[in-house]
C-alpha cells in the first residue's frame, strides 16, 4: 500500500490562500497578465507566497502559519501592498469576489505550466470555467485521525462558511439569483464534493491508494472536496469560501474557522454519521442560493414535528457564534465573533454589497472598478470601521 504520512501540525494555527481576479483598466474585464505580474515581484521571499493559478487572470495569495487573526490580516496586507505594486507597474488592477461578473470563460488563457495544461487537457472546458476565485483556510492538526474527524465535523459549518463569505452574485453578464454562484461552478468537476464515510487516517490511506492504483488520482490535488485534509502540510482544508472582497473580512473568516476548530476538536461534539450527509447538498444548496435566509436541514428527532428539522441558516450561525464565546482565549478573537455577529444581524454579505454597487452604478464594469478600490484599499472596508 502506498504510505501517506499525515505530517504533524501545532494544532489550531492558521493559515490562507486568496484567489484574486486581475482586471484590466478599460473595461474591468480579466486581464492576462498573471506571468508578467509575478516576474515584476523583486523579492523571492514574496515570490513563495505569491502563485500563478490555471488562467491567467488570477493569482493566490499564500498567508504564513499564524495562530491570530489579526497578525494573519497583517500578513495579508504586505501580499496585498506587493501584488498591487507590482499591478500598478502593469497598468492594471486587482480585485476579491469569487467570480468576475462577466468574463467569458471560452476567452481564458491557460498559464504556461505542465500541471494546467494537464488539467485542460483531463477536464475540457471545465478547466477554463474554473477561473473562479476563492478562499481556502488551513487549520493545523495534530494527528490524520484529528484531520478525519474536523474534516467531517466541519462539514456540518459548510453553509456558515459559503453564506459568510459569498461575494459572487453575478456571472456570465447576469445576476445568478444566488449569492454565490461559484459553488455551483465547483461542483462540476467529478471528484468535487465531501470525504467519504472514512474514520481513520489509515482506512483513508488505502482508499487513497486504491484511488492511485486505478489512476483515478495522482495526488491529494485531485480531490476537488469542500473540505480535504492535507497531509503535506498538517492541515485540514475548508474551500467552499468565495474569496472576500476585502482582507479584512478574510481574517474574520479564518478567525471563525480556528474557533470552530477549537470547540470541535477540544470537546468531539459532532458524532461522523453518514446521515449528515444525506442533508449535505441541500443545506449547501440554500446557503448558496439565498446566502443567510436560506432554509437548512437537521436530522429530525423523536417527539419533533417534521417541521422542526428546518430552520433558517442565519439563526444557526448566530446560535453558534454565540456558543464560542466561552471559546475565545483574545480580544482578538472576541471581535472576530463581534463583527460576523454585526454582519448577520445586518444581513450584510459581499454579495449585497456588489449588488448595491451595481443599483447605484449600473454597470458591472463599474462595480468592479469600485470593488477593485475596496480590495486595494482606497475606500473604506464594509466590516472594519
Known sequence: MTSLPF???????????????????????????AVDLLEGISSADLKEQIKLEITQGMIELNSSIHTRADELVDELKALRDAIVG??????????????????????????????FHHLHDRYGYLAKTFTVFGQ?????????????????????????F?????????????DTGFDSS????????????????????????????ELLQMEIIASIKDFYWDIRPKPEYGTVEIRVCDTPLSIEHAGLLAGYAQLLARWILNERPISVDERHYLLYRHNRFEASRFGY???????????????????????????????????????????????????????????????????????????????????????????FH
Not at 7 to 26: F, Y
Not at 96 to 115: K, L, N, V, Y
Open 7 to 33: 505530517k504533524t501540525s501545532r494544532a489550531l494555527t492558521m493559515g490562507v490562500e486568496l484567489e484574486l481576479q486581475l482586471l484590466n483598466r478599460r473595461n474591468y474585464n480579466l486581464a492576462t497578465d
Open 293 to 383: 435566509e436560506g432554509e437548512i436541514a437537521t436530522l429530525p428527532k423523536a417527539g419533533l414535528a417534521p417541521t422542526d428539522s428546518k430552520w433558517m441558516l442565519r439563526l444557526d450561525i448566530l446560535e453558534r457564534l454565540q456558543n464560542l464565546e466561552r471559546y475565545t482565549q483574545s480580544d482578538v478573537e472576541r471581535y472576530v465573533l463581534r463583527r460576523l455577529r454585526q454582519m448577520v444581524y445586518e444581513h450584510v454579505n459581499d454579495a449585497s454589497w456588489l449588488r448595491e454597487s451595481y443599483r447605484r452604478h449600473e454597470t458591472l464594469s463599474e462595480m468592479m472598478r469600485q470593488a477593485s478600490m475596496l480590495w486595494m484599499e482606497h475606500t473604506a472596508s464594509p466590516y
Open 182 to 209: 461559484r459553488s455551483n461552478v465547483v461542483s462540476a468537476f467529478p471528484l468535487a464534493g465531501t470525504l467519504p464515510p472514512i474514520t481513520r487516517w489509515t482506512d483513508f490511506e488505502a482508499y487513497y491508494d
Open 136 to 160: 481556502h483556510i488551513h487549520i493545523g492538526v495534530e494527528s490524520g485521525d484529528d484531520a478525519i474527524y474536523l474534516t467531517h465535523a466541519l462539514a456540518c459549518f459548510v453553509p456558515h
Open 162 to 174: 459559503i453564506a459568510l463569505s459569498a461575494s459572487s452574485p453575478f456571472y456570465q453578464g447576469m
Open 86 to 115: 507590482a499591478a500598478q507597474r502593469l497598468n492594471i488592477d486587482v480585485a476579491g469576489g469569487g467570480a468576475h461578473p462577466f468574463q467569458h470563460w471560452g476567452d481564458q488563457r491557460i498559464t504556461p505550466s505542465q500541471r
